[in-house]
């Protein structure tokens, strides 16, 4: 991880070690999502929907969370997104792994 100082402190040099509390407000029922669910791949990001039994292109706004998941803020509760497999000769989507809200 790295950490800017905005107020720079004579005592704290580069390359010294240090212990660091982050607090943050927790983010709770909220839809995440892997971010490799994402498509990025267009004008527009967008993730692979289940509606009726059928998948459907929706586009997608979203916060980053780390490196690997985004908070999607335009799926409605409930939404079941679907993991797009690349095979040659296009895509095929299929259902992932559900993921509780406990688990992130």
Same mark, same amino acid.
């Given at each position: 991880?790295?950490?800017?100082?905005?107020?720079?402190?004579?005592?704290?040099?580069?390359?010294?070690?240090?212990?660091?509390?982050?607090?943050?407000?927790?983010?709770?029922? #909220?839809?995440?999502? *892997?971010?490799?669910?994402?498509?990025?791949?267009?004008?527009?990001?967008?993730?692979? &929907? $289940?509606? @009726?039994?059928?998948?459907?292109?929706?586009?997608?706004?979203?916060?980053?969370?780390?490196?690997?998941?985004?908070?999607?803020?335009?799926?409605?509760?409930?939404? #079941?997104?679907?993991? *797009?497999?690349?095979?040659?000769?296009?895509?095929?989507?299929?259902?992932?792994?559900? &993921? $509780?809200? @406990?688990?992130?």
């Amino acid at each position: 991880m790295r950490l800017e100082i905005k107020d720079a402190k004579p005592f704290i040099k580069h390359g010294m070690a240090a212990s660091v509390e982050l607090l943050s407000e927790p983010h709770r029922q #909220v839809p995440a999502l *892997p971010k490799q669910f994402v498509d990025f791949s267009e004008k527009e990001a967008f993730v692979w &929907v $289940l509606q @009726d039994g059928k998948a459907v292109k929706t586009p997608v706004t979203y916060i980053n969370v780390g490196e690997r998941w985004v908070i999607a803020e335009n799926l409605p509760e409930g939404t #079941v997104a679907l993991s *797009p497999a690349k095979k040659p000769g296009g895509i095929r989507v299929h259902p992932g792994r559900e &993921v $509780l809200p @406990d688990e992130v």
